[in-house]
């Protein structure tokens, strides 16, 4: 996994836990949880959408 062995994970861990504290960890997991789902979810709707629907929708989010 990139790399990483378990030593170097189990200090990320500490260090983590010890700049945000027990209480933040479930919200910021829960964060990342949604951001990675919303994330795959807009690479799917993506790849389906045809190119010319692709050029539509990027004019409707520059003029909003």
Same mark, same amino acid.
């Given at each position: 996994m990139f790399g990483i062995g378990?030593?170097?994970l /189990?200090?990320?861990l500490v260090i983590i836990l010890i700049i945000f504290?027990?209480?933040k960890l479930p %919200? /910021?997991?829960g964060g990342m949880g949604?951001?990675?789902r919303n994330f795959r979810n807009a690479t799917? %709707?993506?790849g389906k959408k045809?190119?010319?629907q692709i050029e539509k929708d990027k004019k409707e989010?520059? %003029?909003a």
């Open positions: 378990m030593p170097e /189990i200090i990320i504290g027990a209480g %919200e /910021i997991g949604k951001a990675i799917r %709707e993506t045809q190119p010319d989010n520059s %003029e």
